[in-house]
């Protein structure tokens, strides 16, 4: 391994902002893939960077307060590991839930609906879930309205109240409203009276 080949990679990777999520593979234009990771494990020696997964590392953050490296980001996680797959994901179950000011709690299993097929990858306790949907259902819907599908079914036909629709249209803003109240026709008819009445 070059030092100019290792200097290549160890530039490409202070340009990342700390958090960011990158492969093995997002270096093959630079060296073949076994130099690739050897320059990837002597970045990792030196504490620039984090292995999460097989294959998958991060620029860590750190916590001055803490003192200690804080922990990936699921959501980054999730997405690169969709763009590396070329996968449309959506974030579904409590998830989903959560990203609408709908729940607090926070998931031991990070649900994403995908066109891509079903996968789990280990996020250290954390279980990253890629459950599969038709192109039809995921890849011609806007990020918003799936989202707000995914939520609803989550909570269920008979969960939904007053306060439920209040958070809702608090949250969603009113170029999403319009957007979801264009794409919900094709919603079932329940989960469509919900979109209006948020959208009102």
Known sequence: MSEKIYDAIKTRISSYDKGDIFFTSDFIDIASLPTVRKCLGRQTEERNIRRIMDGVYERP?????????????????????????????????????????????????????????????????ITLSFKHKTNRAISFLSAVSIIFLEAIKTLGKNNINENVISILKKRMKANDKKLLLKEAVDFPAWIFDIAKKVCD
Do not use: M
């Open 61 to 125: 953050r750190y916590s001055k307060l803490l003192e200690t490296f804080l922990p990936p980001d699921p959501e980054k996680v999730a997405y690169a590991i969709a763009r590396k797959y070329h996968w449309t994901i959506s974030p579904c179950g409590d998830v989903a839930l959560n990203k609408l000011g709908l729940s607090t709690q926070v998931p031991f299993v990070w649900s994403y609906v995908s066109d891509g097929p079903y996968r789990n990858f280990s996020l250290g306790n």
